[in-house]
């Protein structure tokens, strides 16, 4: 396994509920290096953190490891397609009972 990888397990590791669930798979190509992170979904908010500021951490450190290789590393984190139906179902619907009145159009 190469620093890069080990790096993000650690970190990672660290930061969830299961760590046991914790892999990533690293592959290269003429763009760099990409770490794919699979995870317990229900640790998922703890990686991505408040509007996505610790996932965008990891990246940066990663890009430090990465450049020490002289290496392009990037980070992406796996969601499943479940998952993913079921934040934008929750999003639609906690949007739905919004109303969007100008009070200027409120009769007294």
Known sequence: MENDQQ???YVVKAIVNNPNDVRTERTVDERGVLITLYINPAD????????GQTARSVRTLLRI????????VNLKIYEPEES?????????????????????????
């Open 7 to 9: 790096f993000v397990e």
């Open 84 to 108: 993913r139906r079921a934040h934008m179902s929750a999003h639609a619907d906690a949007n739905a009972g919004a109303v969007d009145e100008n009070p200027m159009d409120l009769k007294i």
């Open 44 to 51: 998922m908010g703890y990686v991505i953190g408040r509007q």
């Open 65 to 72: 490891v990465g450049a020490k290789t002289n290496a392009r």
